[in-house]
């Protein structure tokens, strides 16, 4: 277990929402959740390594292809949550919120409540997380460039990455009854909410990484 996901002991939260009819609350995860994240999101990345490869075999010469298909799961079966590369993230707490910055929020999310600083900070860092708000629009619309650091790639993808964020969400309220596809039907069409939950949780259960 890295300690950059390390448990904040004691923390609850109070959103609540409902999913597939069932009421789930925030709440912060357990070290054993966390660890069981952490493999879920190695396993992601260890196939979707292969699968990039595998995609682009007809691109090998036929009698090499294979030893190379095999070489390079040989390499990936070895790695574990530590080998996968750094993330850049941003820190929500320095985003700079002004109305330019605020419509292009909304254009993503939807009306937002626009006194709410912490909330529209952390939706920027989501689209900015994501790629849907590039740096440069980002220095354009603000006249700074935004503030980010490099982070274990697990903490960008549980608040970065859409499967990450369902993995994340799921884990906090799978005691609840419900699975992770009715998590992701009916937050997948929701990326605000979905967003506001995977940093909450975090928020709860990892201050210290500094992601959102």
């Known amino acids: 277990m890295s300690e950059s996901v390390a448990r904040a002991v004691g923390a609850e939260g109070?959103?609540?929402?409902?999913?597939?009819?069932?009421?789930?609350?925030?709440r912060a995860l357990g070290i054993r959740e966390l660890a069981e994240v952490e493999r879920i999101c190695l396993r992601q990345y260890r196939r979707s390594f292969m699968e990039a490869h595998s995609e682009n075999m007809d691109f090998l010469p036929p009698d090499q292809a294979q030893a190379i298909i095999e070489k390079k799961l040989e390499q990936c079966a070895q790695w574990d949550i530590d080998d996968l590369?750094?993330?850049?993230?941003?820190?929500?707490?320095?985003?700079?919120?002004?109305?330019?910055?605020?419509?292009?929020?909304?254009?993503?999310?939807?009306?937002q409540d626009k006194n709410d600083e912490e909330k529209m900070q952390r939706l920027v860092a989501t689209m900015l997380d994501q790629g849907v708000l590039s740096d440069d629009v980002y220095k354009d619309v603000t006249g700074f460039s935004p503030v980010k650091q490099k982070v274990p790639y697990v903490n960008w993808w549980i608040t970065g990455a859409f499967e990450g964020m369902i993995v994340f969400v799921w884990t906090a309220f799978k005691h609840n009854g419900v699975?992770?596809?009715?998590?992701?039907?009916?937050?997948?069409?929701?990326p605000?909410?979905?967003?506001?939950?995977?940093?909450?949780?975090?928020?709860?259960?990892?201050?210290?990484?500094?992601?959102?």
Do not use: H, W
């Not at 590369?85 to 009306?111: C, H, M, N, Q, T």
């Not at 699975?179 to 929701?190: F, I």
């Open 85 to 111: 590369p750094s993330k850049f993230a941003y820190d929500p707490s320095r985003i700079l919120i002004g109305s330019d910055l605020l419509s292009l929020v909304e254009g993503f999310f939807g009306e």
């Open 192 to 212: 605000m909410l979905l967003s506001e939950l995977a940093r909450e949780i975090e928020r709860l259960s990892a201050p210290q990484t500094k992601n959102g």
């Open 179 to 190: 699975t992770r596809e009715e998590v992701a039907g009916e937050l997948g069409s929701n």
């Open 14 to 26: 109070d959103i609540q929402t409902t999913i597939a009819g069932k009421v789930c609350t925030v």
